[in-house]
């Protein structure tokens, strides 16, 4: 099955710098990479999620990236506010014995935004 | 719209006890599943369904079961208790099994004493 490592593990900005997080997985065959947040508390939240056959992709403050060759996805988030503090999970689409099974979740970045 | 439904939110199990964990959801997704999230572990896969009549197992299956007899609905039911099954449960549903993004239930925080 898949195996996908998160870091870092937290992850302390200041307010309006960027963060970066970055995820690697194991299976070529993934296919899918979504990002979640979750607030304390919370339920995860999907915020943005790329395909295999795109690079990078952006929405307002929030960009991903993927790299298929080194089997790596990274999180950025730029101009950080005090609401993006959560903490965040990247996952990637898993196969095992031929077929599909789920996606599989890192272990998740505490991101702290210092005022 | 309700999205994903659980229940209960909190639960306080004796070990030895056995509980449902109650998920449903009103979007016609065909698939649903089952994490359990532990400090520092993240979310780990209990079990998951692509449709009606139709299970599997994912990481961490033992000592739960599962049954799908309807689109909408997705039961946990842990047999006999144990305290390693303390955790937070999340149910979640999705379109398809892995090129969707999951929408996922508000979590049901279970102690097993």
């Known amino acids: 099955g898949e195996n996908v490592e998160q870091h870092p593990s937290t992850l302390s900005v200041q307010e309006g710098d960027s963060a970066v997080i970055k995820c690697t997985y194991s299976?070529?065959?993934?296919?899918?990479f979504p990002w979640y947040k979750q607030e304390l508390g919370k339920r995860p939240q999907l915020i943005i999620d790329i395909r295999s056959n795109v690079g990078e992709k952006k929405d307002q403050r929030i960009a991903v990236t993927l790299n298929k060759t080194a089997k790596h996805f990274s999180l950025h988030i730029t101009e950080t506010q005090p609401e993006d503090s959560a903490v965040y999970f990247c996952a990637a689409s898993g196969y095992s014995g031929g077929g599909a099974d789920g996606l599989t979740f890192g272990k998740g970045t505490h991101l702290i935004i210092q005022p | 719209n309700a999205g994903v439904t659980q229940t209960p939110k909190f639960q306080v199990l004796k070990t030895g006890q056995s509980m449902t964990l109650q998920c449903a959801q009103d979007m016609n997704h065909e698939y649903m599943s089952w994490y359990r999230q532990d400090p520092g572990m993240g979310l780990r896969l209990i079990h998951y369904?692509?449709?009606?009549?139709?299970?599997d197992q994912g990481e961490v299956p033992n000592g739960y079961n599962v049954s799908r007899s309807t689109t909408e609905d997705f039961p946990l039911r842990l047999l006999s208790a144990a305290p390693s099954q303390t955790s937070v449960y999340f149910c979640?549903?999705?379109?398809?099994?892995?090129?969707?993004?999951?929408?996922f239930g508000s979590g049901t925080r279970l102690t097993v004493v």
């Open positions: 979640a549903s999705s379109y398809s099994i892995q090129d969707y993004g999951y929408t």
């Open positions: 299976d070529s065959a993934s296919n899918y």
């Open positions: 369904s692509v449709g009606a009549g139709i299970t």
